[in-house]
């Protein structure tokens, strides 16, 4: 297996001076990142290390193979996470009359309709959340995943995340997940959400894809 090295990303200074996150909080949280990156790392290593016995060993029960494969989507899946996550906090939470609002608005009848659908999906995730765009559907719509590799959804591109760990809010909310989302709206920097957004739609002109060799499509 190739090994790329991977280094944490760099995320804007404002995500140390929220509105009812504190620094330490985002400190203690960033570490958790890092310490996704040192493990991917880790068993990017491993797997290049395996034997033809290791090889021949494989099996869905219990072997060297799956364990790494299963551990490597869960390190890859808290990196990604999280870097969407630290990506788009720091803002005033304020969005403008944009392409990404016009469709939320279609999508869920209106914003607050979203915003009620999205808290109300994380207090019922054990993980994680995603505002995503479905390509077949041609929608915006909400899911949930319970560890950092579960309940992938095909077709859908993530533009917004948000972490239901008890880890992102424990230290500022105690128990009260609730008050945590409320927050997290308050401190989003729609800008970086909206660029997600209109990322999306840089590949496609009428279902005509116009793809460069970087895009992920």
Known sequence: MKIIKLEPKKFSEKIFQMKGI???AVEEHLKLYQGYINK???IQEKL???TDDDFLKANQTYSLVRELKVELSFAWGGIINHEIYFSHLGGEGKISDSDLFKQIKKDFGSFENYKKDLKATGISAR???WTAW??????LFNYLGDAQNTFPVWYAKPILALDVYEHAYFMDFGSNRGNYIDVFFENLNWKEIEKNF??????????KCKCNEDCQC
């Open 22 to 24: 504190s620094k330490k």
């Open 40 to 42: 991917y790392n880790e």
């Open 48 to 50: 290049s290390q395996l």
């Open 127 to 129: 993980g994680w959340v």
């Open 134 to 139: 479905n390509e077949k559907e041609k929608r």
């Open 198 to 207: 209109e990322k999306i739609f840089e590949c496609y002109c009428e279902n």
